[in-house]
């Protein structure tokens, strides 16, 4: 069976993809618990991830994808893994990354500090190199970098892929998956727009297949509404709603109610129609949404996510379709936090140890297998 693990970092990203033929797949790294402080409740990543390669006998993961250059998604990044562009990011116990993955933006954003700037100078390496990344999406600034390196698109063609691409290095007949890429765009750079970390960042379908059933993971960054609403008519309009179906999805920028609407609500969130559509029609039987984030709160005393007029919503779709709404920090309780983790098999999705009851109606709705 192939795996999929949450893990409870506050309001943050990490995801590792572990797949029945022991391929690991990192999305994203966000180290930022206080082992000094017993109150601070997030995981220690870096002993559960050393932890977890050290029972499969590795020291790499396969693919790391960073999403973004925030904190919260790299924060730490230098001090775990080992990076191919200076030696003082190298040494014993870091961990390798066979092919990283990033956005165009990450290549192409300028003043970059601290961790975002390390990070950034290991994908410029690997990409003048021409080995180890995968590059997302390819606007006129990245065409000028790479000249500016004395290099054209063409030379550097198989490193990158565009939305509504899948990159090569994963296909379902060989290791049982696939990513389907709906974000970044190109062509919003292009126009002449402001780069936003959180709206030209990564996002992905990934499909799953064991034993004949596809299971479909929707992994969405921090992008806002307005982008999830623009990405969701960009994949209706060249066919793909497919693209879009979910049996887990990882709810965006940690259950901000500024991922669903303009409008936060007295007590739900209403959603704009493409993210209606989203949660309501592409959801499978049994899906499972994912807040990765802090404990929902019971009033709205800080004005940052989660929040809890958006929480209302996720779980009044979870109920719809007899899913579970998990929220990492309160999984499986507030005062002890684990890591989610998630099986697939031919059963599609299976949330491990949770504390979570079912909710709502099962409907007849039969799994979704391939061929």
């Known amino acids: 069976m192939h795996k999929v693990t949450f893990y409870p970092i506050g309001n943050a990203e990490s995801v590792q993809i572990e797949l029945d033929n022991g391929q690991k797949i990192l999305f994203d790294y966000a180290n930022q618990g206080d082992p000094e402080n017993s109150e601070d409740l997030r995981i220690d990543l870096a002993k559960a991830l050393r932890d977890d390669l050290r029972a499969a006998k590795r020291d790499s993961f396969d693919v790391v994808a960073f999403t973004h250059l925030d904190d919260d998604h790299i924060q730490g990044m230098s001090e775990f893994f080992h990076l191919e562009h200076a030696q003082k990011y190298q040494g014993e116990g870091r961990i390798k990354i066979d092919i990283l993955w990033v956005p165009a933006a990450a290549i192409i954003e300028t003043n970059c500090k601290d961790e975002a700037q390390i990070l950034q100078a290991e994908a410029k390496h690997r990409l003048r190199a021409?080995?180890?990344?995968?590059?997302?999406?390819?606007?006129?600034?990245?065409?000028?970098?790479?000249?500016?390196?004395?290099?054209?698109?063409?030379?550097?063609?198989?490193?990158?892929?565009?939305?509504?691409?899948?990159?090569?290095?994963?296909?379902?007949?060989?290791?049982?998956?696939?990513?389907?890429?709906?974000?970044?765009?190109?062509?919003?750079?292009?126009?002449?727009?402001?780069?936003?970390?959180?709206?030209?960042?990564?996002?992905v379908q990934a499909r799953f297949v064991y034993n004949s059933v596809m299971t479909q993971l929707v992994l969405t960054a921090d992008l806002p509404h307005e982008a999830m609403a623009e990405m969701i008519d960009v994949t209706r309009h060249y066919g793909n709603d497919d693209r879009l179906e979910w049996d887990i999805i990882d709810v965006p920028h940690h259950c901000s109610y500024l991922s669903l609407a303009a409008e936060k609500g007295e007590e739900k969130t209403e959603p704009v129609p493409q993210l209606k559509w989203l949660y309501e029609e592409q959801a499978q039987d049994k899906g499972i949404l994912v807040s990765s984030s802090k404990p929902i709160p019971t009033n709205d005393g800080d004005k940052q996510p989660p929040h809890r007029q958006a929480a209302n919503y996720y779980k009044d779709c979870a109920a719809s379709i007899g899913g579970e709404f998990i929220v990492t920090m309160e999984h499986p309780k507030k005062r002890a936090p684990e890591p989610l983790v998630i099986t697939i098999d031919d059963s599609k999705a299976t949330s491990k140890k949770s504390t979570v009851s079912t909710v709502g109606i099962?409907?007849?709705?039969?799994s979704y297998r391939v061929g």
């Open 362 to 366: 099962v409907s007849s709705r039969p």
């Open 130 to 203: 021409g080995s180890g990344i995968r590059v997302f999406s390819r606007p006129k600034q990245l065409e000028d970098w790479l000249e500016d390196q004395g290099l054209t698109i063409d030379d550097r063609k198989d490193l990158i892929t565009d939305a509504g691409e899948c990159p090569p290095e994963f296909t379902l007949d060989e290791q049982e998956i696939e990513f389907f890429v709906h974000s970044p765009f190109a062509h919003r750079l292009d126009d002449g727009t402001i780069l936003d970390r959180n709206i030209d960042a990564l996002v």
